[in-house]
């Protein structure tokens, strides 16, 4: 069974551009979630999806961050127009629908690591 | 607001010796997540503790849970160089609907051989 998937791996772009982060993830997990790290601090949470609904959109730092999750499959997080403090590790996880035996537990991707120069 | 402190930040430790790990939290919760991540992977799911005396056992790692003390720990025994990694606990507060985890900042595990 193939795992969360994020592109890119790395992008490396200047201050003013835009980024665009895609997740793919687990076959059948209606809850898709972005984190981010920026160097040297903890990862926190951006935003979840339930299936194609922002259920929980708390995280995301300001208007410039969008997040997107077309037909409750892969989602997209858009950086525009970046800035240097977006530099960061951004993670994608995935997690099932509630149901018997839940745990809730999240299985997270490789993350899209950004550098704003 | 929820905080999750884990220490130490950084351990380096030999082979063959035991150390713990330590999570405590702010609020309450039931249920904690143990992670483990190596350089520019993704986040490895160890452990799912989610009652209070939960105690979960793989290999030469054991995490335990108790939520009265708001208290996690991950216990190393007989450290291999394999186990070299960074390790997160991650909690969810009681009152949140949905698994918005808090992390812990991370602890760096360095066995010398």
């Known amino acids: 069974e193939a795992g969360v998937t994020q592109f890119p791996s790395h992008s490396v772009i200047e201050k003013g551009q835009t980024v665009t982060l895609r997740c793919d993830p687990i076959s059948g997990h209606d809850n898709l979630y972005w984190y981010r790290r920026v160097m040297g601090k903890e990862i926190k949470f951006l935003l979840h999806f339930v299936k194609e609904s922002k259920q929980d959109e708390s995280g995301m730092p300001n208007n410039r961050f969008l997040a997107e999750r077309t037909g409750g499959t892969y989602s997209t997080l858009k950086v525009q127009p970046a800035e240097l403090e977006d530099s960061g590790v951004y993670f994608c996880?995935?997690?099932?629908?509630?149901?018997?035996?839940?745990?809730?537990?999240?299985?997270f991707g490789e993350g899209s690591r950004l550098t704003v120069l | 607001e929820l905080k999750v402190e884990q220490n130490p930040l950084f351990l380096s430790m030999q082979e063959g010796k035991n150390y713990t790990i330590y999570c405590n939290y702010s609020?309450?919760?039931?249920?904690l997540y143990w992670y483990r991540q190596d350089p520019g992977k993704s986040l490895e799911s160890l452990f799912v503790l989610l009652s209070n005396g939960a105690v979960k056992q793989e290999g030469r790692l054991m995490a335990s849970l108790d939520t009265k003390a708001r208290l996690s720990t991950l216990h190393i025994t007989a450290a291999v160089h394999d186990l070299s990694a960074t390790y997160f606990c991650a909690v969810v507060p009681l009152e949140v609907y949905g698994n918005k985890l808090v992390f812990g900042a991370g602890t760096i595990l360095r066995v010398k051989s």
């Open positions: 996880a995935s997690s099932q629908p509630p149901s018997g035996g839940w745990t809730g537990e999240l299985f």
């Open positions: 609020t309450t919760s039931d249920r």
